[in-house]
Nanobody, 124 residues
Framework: QVQLVESGGGTVQAGDSLRLSCAAS????????MAWFRQTPGKAREFLAA????????YYADSVKGRFTVSRDNAKNTAYLQMDSLKSEDTAVYYC?????????????????WGQGTQVTVSS
């Protein structure tokens, strides 16, 4: 059974950077698409970025394009989300997700494997 564990969240000031990690265990995910989402209370889960497994092609939501960078290290079975120029509106719980193939789809409905989430708080 695949498990995803996010880490790297915390409280930062506006303009700071954070790098989130998503470590997978139970199966090698190098051939599978992975993605990052975030959620705030009372709102739907928001797609942020995705990366394919084999070719490492990346996809971003307009809201984070140019500020966030998704990457992966298949040797470590880990994906990352580098977040720069953070804003107060980036405050949310951040989740990584994966699926059992390399098709990159941009909705949370497309992903069946989820981490527990990590809180990111940006104070202005």
């Amino acid at each position: 059974q695949v498990q995803l564990v996010e880490s790297g969240g915390g409280t930062v000031q506006a303009g700071d950077s954070l790098r989130l990690s998503c470590a997978a265990s139970g199966r090698t995910l190098s051939n599978y698409a992975m993605a990052w989402f975030r959620q705030t209370p009372g709102k739907a889960r928001e797609f942020l970025a995705a990366i394919s497994g084999r070719r490492g092609r990346t996809y971003y939501a307009d809201s984070v394009k140019g500020r966030f960078t998704v990457s992966r290290d298949n040797a470590k079975n880990t994906a990352y989300l580098q977040m720069d120029s953070l804003k107060s509106e980036d405050t949310a719980v951040y989740y990584c997700a994966s699926r059992y193939d390399d098709t990159v789809l941009l909705g949370d409905w497309a992903f069946s494997i989820w981490g527990q989430g990590t809180q990111v708080t940006v104070s202005s």
